[in-house]
Every structure is written in structure tokens, then in C-alpha cells.
């Protein structure tokens, strides 16, 4: 079976002028592979987390109104940064191209609309659950080889569950982060930005991080 790679980019990182480049650079490396890209969303989330502030919208509902805004961020990934990627809207769209190397961007708001249809295992409609989670649920749910974590701050040198407290990464990751063989981080912003493994399958980091 293909080598697949699920690459979250984090939210933080769409206001880089040459993100494009970045990028492109980045998933050079894995050109062999089936890349499945998630965009996080960034400020268009913050402001969804404003209007529930704001208005009670409730968890479900500020649920998918962030996952709507994470469709504003993969649209310009896909239209403008990585426009030679595919647009998968569907898990039946994912499953038709994982055996393939390629570039694919998720749109995730149909793609666990779709899931949720089907009576898949799914994430919680929680505020514990950001891009960082969802994009593990997608390496999960088809058996990615590594997740990377691409970012705009340094791979942290502590444990999971301290990434947790630390809010570098969300409350849910470490349920779905064991299931993974491989997750590694890249900060883009560095001046040469490099993927560096953070956490392997059976390694004390994963038995650590009990949240």
C-alpha cells in the first residue's frame, strides 16, 4: 500500500507571504507518498470562539461553525498555495485516492458530515477538539504511516500531556495520537524549517499522557 502522510497546517501559519513556498517544500519531500492535507482555521476559528462567547452558540454549534471556517482556510490552500491538489469532500473521495501518491486537500466539515452519516466513529462536537485532533482522527481512519504537525512555534521537548496543559495541542489528541505510529513537527516559521519526530507508537510520551 502507498506511503500516506497526514499534514495539518496550523492556522497560525496562512498570514506567511511565501507559505506557498514553504509548502510546497515541505511536501516535496514526501512526493512518493499520498498526502492528505488539513488546514486548521486559524482566525476565522478565534472568531467563532468570539460568537459563542458572545451568544452561547453551545458546543455543537460552534462545532461545525469551526470546521466551517476551517473550509475557508483549506479553500485558499487549495485554490491559491497548493493549487495542483486534489479536493476531497467525502470519505469515498479519500478512499479512491489513498492507494495513489498524490496531494490531497480534506475538506473536513463534509468529509465528518459524511462520516457521521455512514454511523462512523467520529470526534466529539467539543471545544477539546481542534485541527490537531481531527487530523489524527484522519490518520486513523486511513492508516496514515506519520502525522506532522506543522506549526509556528518550536517541537516541544515534553511529553504529551504536557503539550496538553501547554496548550500546544488540544485536549482530545492523545486518545487518537496512540492509535498513530508516527507523529512528527515542523515549525514553517523557522528560517530553515526541518520535520522532526516528536512521538513514536510504544514510546513513554503516549503512555504519559493520560487526559
Not at 459563542?52 to 482556510?73: F, Y
Not at 486534489?86 to 479519500?94: I, P
Not at 486537500?105 to 457521521?116: F, G, K, N, Q
Amino acid at each position: 500500500m502507498t506511503h500516506c502522510v497526514v499534514i495539518k497546517i496550523g492556522g497560525s501559519l496562512f498570514d506567511l507571504p511565501d507559505l506557498s513556498d514553504r509548502l510546497r517544500r515541505l511536501t516535496e519531500k514526501y512526493h512518493t507518498s499520498r498526502q492528505l492535507l488539513i488546514a486548521g482555521g486559524g482566525a476565522a476559528t478565534d472568531i467563532v470562539r468570539t460568537w459563542d462567547r458572545c451568544h452561547q452558540l453551545g458546543e455543537e454549534t460552534s462545532h461545525w461553525l469551526a470546521l466551517r471556517s476551517m473550509q475557508l482556510t483549506g479553500g485558499l490552500l487549495r485554490t491559491i498555495l497548493l493549487p495542483d491538489a486534489d479536493d476531497c469532500r467525502t470519505t469515498a473521495g479519500v478512499d479512491a485516492l489513498r492507494s495513489l501518491p498524490g496531494l490531497s486537500v480534506l475538506d473536513m466539515h463534509d468529509i465528518l458530515l459524511d462520516a457521521e452519516s455512514r454511523d462512523e466513529d467520529s470526534v466529539p462536537h467539543s471545544w477539546q477538539v481542534t485541527s490537531d485532533s481531527i487530523a489524527a482522527w484522519v490518520g486513523q481512519r486511513w492508516t496514515a504511516n506519520e502525522l506532522i504537525l506543522v506549526k509556528s512555534v518550536a517541537r516541544p521537548c515534553v511529553s504529551l500531556a504536557a503539550a496538553v496543559e501547554t496548550g500546544l495541542v488540544d485536549a482530545f489528541f492523545p486518545r487518537l495520537a496512540r492509535t498513530l505510529p508516527r507523529i512528527s513537527w515542523c515549525n514553517l516559521r523557522d528560517d530553515s524549517p526541518t520535520i522532526q519526530p516528536w512521538l513514536v507508537a510504544g514510546r513513554q510520551e503516549f503512555d504519559a499522557a493520560e487526559t
